[in-house]
């Protein structure tokens, strides 16, 4: 690890306004920072010379607070500001992910701090800048001070002043929900298309302005300049959305209030995240961006020895499809958990959590090289446990009659395989709280090293809201307590992720999306696999849940849906999705029919020494390969929207004088993702540096290449 610190302190008198500037290590990005005449903070970005953000304010308007340093007399850090220092540096370093796409990541920025003091309140605060060679990074932080002790965040006003209508690719802004499906369009036809954009079906929606959108948020300049705006290391803070005024194309921070409706109660010394541009002309560098992960702490868990990457399958898709159900009894309309005899009720015959089934399970991770088995529907509780503001729903720890724990975990454990513990809250948090500790003691009990969490439904306590500052807390608490408990956690409808799996890497995975799940309900559009890199995985893995071979549901089922996919790529996303953790979702008996394609599953790797992003275009096109750790091996996938796309794939990557087993997962020449998705060929050859492979992705489409290295 190599790391390089030069500072340098520039003494201002307090009335100097004059511009500071930073600039990327390459030279390419500068950033500017002023005050304007009133003494507001003022920032603005550029990119080889092209405007990235036009000057935008900065600033934090405080609520008047009886609970507040200055109670309901209290003033805002909007203007009045002069400079009083600045302090430049720069740092290098390489560090080491506990896992992740590639074995080492470049540290690499240079650094402005602005220290600011706004005279009339005799308050200071710190404007502090990384620049990158793919972007940048701004935060408040607020040092320990008499005249700032205790504030509340009525709104921050960070904005973010585009340089033109650009191409963007959107969700709705929400308080509640990334299950959304990404819009695209030009800024200014945000607001006619946003009534329609928002999944109104969701069982949690909040949405709060015509032109709000969430982060990650990706766009594309006429001139063809890729920039995304999300954020970093949320800790302590309100998930941050974006409000747009359309008329000025300037973006402005919109923080997620709690149920009072305020955004943050904040104690000093603290800092905000980091608010984070990134920029270039080549979209594959939005792809391979660590700017996210970079502006985090470094980890916090001494011994990593116990996280591991994990290819999973379970019990989940039959329910999910309607086939069968989580809850286990039809016999009462509501239910008390310590006044029922689970034994004496009758069951449903649906309930798909159970000792035999999860056996086959088990048998089949076995078979196949899978380390884990989800079962969701294990624990009593289920049969009124969404939508009713109920508070004590489950106790995580008493399973329904006919799921044997012991005798399954045992069985599990005799086969080389574990099982994956399931903790649904629906939204009850404080029940969750109240139950955590003794629930991960359960799993330590059984042996169990990773929990999906779930938030579905609104929150309790009634009125917060699932991406506030109170909740961020919980979830980050969640993963705190299960660290110590050597126990990894994937988190479903929390927040979505600003890269605090660096500190955590227990955190292994978030839905924070819209998922597979939805091919059941109706169907994602063919290039939503191909948007979520651009987006929603900026911040961290999401937990898709891919690897559902059988496309039409109803081949077994009465589920009239399908998949907006061709079975091929369904394999590609394996390697285009990055995940440490990957499901295998489908049903075993599916993956029978298909078992020469469901050999890349078996084969594919979920952690990597190295990835090269070799083609990228948003909603359109992405092609990837990456190196499996510790090992020679190759994987390569690609990925396409409806219209398909023709792929030349240069295997420079490969190491010189090595030949490789190449085996090539390919949409077959009439494959189409509605009218033929199940057409596929599978052709073998051997391979060297300096190889081209021609491949033709179907509409829907892609393709999946395994190369073993000899």
Not at 3 to 11: D, E, F, G, Y
Not at 299 to 305: A, F, G
Not at 386 to 394: C, L, S, T
Not at 496 to 522: I, K
């Amino acid at each position: 690890m190599k790391k390089v610190t030069l500072l340098l302190s520039l003494l201002l008198t307090p009335f100097l306004v004059s511009a500071q500037t930073v600039k990327s290590p390459n030279g390419q990005i500068i950033v500017n920072f002023s005050l304007t005449g009133n003494g507001q903070p003022t920032y603005e970005m550029t990119y080889k010379g092209r405007a990235v953000v036009k000057p935008s304010h900065l600033g934090l308007e405080l609520a008047k607070d009886k609970h507040a340093s200055k109670g309901l007399r209290e003033t805002s850090l909007m203007d009045g500001f002069q400079i009083l220092n600045t302090k430049s540096s720069t740092f290098d370093e390489i560090w080491k992910p506990v896992w992740g796409e590639t074995a080492t990541i470049r540290n690499h920025y240079n650094e402005l701090e602005v220290d600011l003091n706004q005279g009339e309140s005799k308050r200071k605060m710190i404007i502090r800048f990384r620049v990158y060679d793919d972007g940048m990074g701004f935060r408040y932080e607020f040092p320990q001070q008499d005249s700032l002790t205790y504030f509340t965040i009525k709104e921050e006003h960070s904005q973010f002043a585009m340089a033109g209508d650009h191409t963007a690719w959107w969700l709705p802004g929400d308080y509640d929900t990334q299950e959304q499906e990404t819009q695209e369009s030009k800024l200014s036809q945000i607001r006619s298309r946003f009534h329609d954009a928002v999944n109104w079906d969701n069982s949690s929606v909040s949405v709060f302005s015509p032109t709000g959108v969430q982060t990650s948020l990706q766009m594309k300049s006429q001139d063809g300049l890729y920039i995304n705006i999300h954020e970093a290391a949320c800790i302590d803070y309100a998930t941050m959305h974006l409000n747009l005024d359309d008329k000025n194309m300037v973006f402005e921070s919109w923080l997620t209030p709690d149920a009072t409706g305020m955004k943050g109660y904040m104690q000093t010394p603290c800092q905000s995240p980091w608010r984070t541009v990134m920029v270039s002309d080549d979209a594959r560098d939005m792809l391979s961006s660590n700017l996210i992960l970079n502006l985090n702490e470094p980890c916090k868990i001494e011994d990593t020895s116990w996280i591991h990457p994990t290819k999973y399958c379970g019990v989940w898709w039959e329910m999910i499809v309607g086939k069968s159900s989580w809850h286990y009894t039809d016999d009462f309309p509501s239910i008390k958990l310590d006044q029922i005899d689970w034994n004496s009720v009758k069951p449903n015959g649906r309930h798909a959590a159970n000792t035999q089934k999860v056996k086959q399970y088990i048998d089949f991770a076995a078979a196949n090289g899978l380390q884990e088995v989800l079962v969701e529907g294990w624990n009593v509780g289920w049969e009124d446990w969404a939508n009713h503001w109920k508070r004590d729903v489950f106790d995580f720890v008493t399973p329904y009659p006919d799921f044997d724990i012991k005798y399954l975990n045992e069985y599990a454990h005799s086969k080389g395989v574990k099982i994956l513990m399931h903790h649904e809250t629906s939204s009850s948090v404080g029940n969750y709280e109240r139950h955590m500790e003794n629930a991960f003691n359960l799993m330590n009990k059984y042996g169990y090293d990773a929990v999906k969490t779930g938030y579905v439904g609104d929150i309790i306590p009634r009125g917060d809201h699932h991406f506030s500052q109170s909740m961020n807390n919980h979830y980050l608490y969640n993963v705190q307590l299960a660290a110590k408990h050597h126990i990894m956690v994937n988190g479903h409808e929390a927040t979505r992720p600003t890269g605090l799996c660096r500190t955590w890497p227990n955190l292994v995975g978030n839905e924070s999306a819209r998922g597979t799940e939805y091919e059941a309900f109706g169907g994602n559009k063919p290039d939503h696999t191909v948007i979520l890199p651009f987006t929603r995985l900026q911040g961290g893995p999401m937990d898709y849940t891919p690897g559902i071979l059988e496309t039409q549901l109803n081949t077994w089922s009465d589920n009239t849906s399908w998949v907006r996919t061709t079975l091929v790529g369904q394999l590609a996303l394996y390697v285009t999705m990055y995940s440490p953790l990957q499901m295998a979702a489908d049903l075993p008996e599916n993956y029978a029919k298909y078992r020469d394609a469901f050999q890349f599953i078996k084969d594919v790797a979920c952690d990597w020494d190295d990835s090269k992003y070799l083609e990228a275009e948003p909603a359109d096109y992405i092609t990837v390969a990456r190196k499996a750790k510790g090992t020679n091996n190759w994987f390569v996938g690609g990925k396409c929207d409806e219209n398909g796309h023709k792929s030349t794939l240069k295997l420079d990557f490969l190491d010189k004088g090595r030949k490789y087993d190449c085996t090539i997962y390919a949409d077959a020449k009439n494959a189409h993702y509605q009218k033929n998705p199940k057409a596929y060929t599978i052709t073998h050859r051997i391979v060297k540096k300096g190889d081209t492979l021609k491949l033709t992705e179907a509409p829907g489409g892609g393709f999946a290449i395994s190369l073993i290295a000899k």
